[in-house]
């Protein structure tokens, strides 16, 4: 099992930056495809971004392509979601995810395990 922490959401003006974090516990961080997915209010849940278990591949949703980028440190046990060119449809709780049986999920349905979430609001 892992658990996943999220952190480094907030307020940012449009054509800002943030990068969001999130932890995993456990010693096999690195067993783990890891995913970002989004939900704005009264939306569904969206892919955003995922990476492999060795951060050799990523994928991105064409409406963050270029804009976006996923990494991961097995060092730290950290995956990260840089956001650059931020607009303000944007807003919404980011969750990070984790699949242990698929390369590089970006689906829902692909990971077995998620955080509880950090927002990220992005004003006009």
């Known amino acids: 099992q892992v658990q996943l922490v999220e952190s480094g959401g907030g307020l940012v003006q449009a054509g800002g930056s943030l990068r969001l974090s999130c932890a995993a516990s456990g010693r096999t961080f690195s067993s783990y495809a890891m995913g970002w997915f989004r939900q704005a209010p009264g939306k569904e849940r969206e892919f955003v971004a995922a990476i492999s278990r060795t951060g050799d591949s990523t994928a991105y949703a064409d409406s963050v392509k270029g804009r976006f980028t996923v990494s991961r440190d097995s060092a730290k046990n950290t995956v990260y979601l840089q956001m650059n060119s931020l607009k303000p449809e944007d807003t919404a709780v980011y969750y990070c995810?984790?699949?242990?049986?698929?390369?590089?999920?970006?689906?829902?349905?692909?990971?077995?395990?998620w955080g509880r979430g950090t927002q990220v609001t992005v004003s006009s």
């Open positions: 995810a984790g699949s242990s049986v698929y390369y590089r999920p970006t689906s829902l349905p692909g990971y077995d395990y």
